[in-house]
Nanobody, 121 residues
Framework: QVQLVESGGGLVQAGGSLRLSCAAS?????MGWFRQAPGKEREFVAV????????YYTDSVKGRFTISRDNVKKMVYLQMNSLKPEDTAVYYC?????????????????WGQGTQVTVSL
């Protein structure tokens, strides 16, 4: 059984930065970050394959967010720069058994509890 624990969320002013971390226990394949704002569906933010050689980003975060992983430490990170109020959401770490990344939430078997990111004007 895989368990995921996120950390690093918080309140930041627009233009600021945050770094989210996700600690995994157990064997994981591809991993990703998704977010859900109030009244909206959970959406893909960034995903990374098992080796870290392939990453994908939703258009709205390209050039601002960077996903990375450390398989020795069993950690996945999301560096978020130039944050905007529209980035406000609960951010979830997810993992799947397949080594290949997917941008579809239902393809992920394991989810963390989420961490709140709030960006103020």
């Amino acid at each position: 059984q895989v368990q995921l624990v996120e950390s690093g969320g918080g309140l930041v002013q627009a233009g600021g930065s945050l770094r989210l971390s996700c600690a995994a226990s157990g064997r994981t394949g591809a991993m990703g970050w998704f977010r859900q704002a109030p009244g909206k569906e959970r959406e893909f933010v960034a995903v990374i394959n098992w080796s870290g050689g392939s990453t994908y980003y939703t258009d709205s975060v390209k050039g601002r967010f960077t996903i990375s992983r450390d398989n020795v430490k069993k950690m996945v990170y999301l560096q978020m720069n130039s944050l905007k109020p529209e980035d406000t959401a609960v951010y979830y770490c997810a993992a799947r058994a397949s080594l290949i990344a997917s941008t579809t939430p239902r393809d992920y078997n394991y989810w963390g509890q989420g961490t709140q990111v709030t960006v103020s004007l």
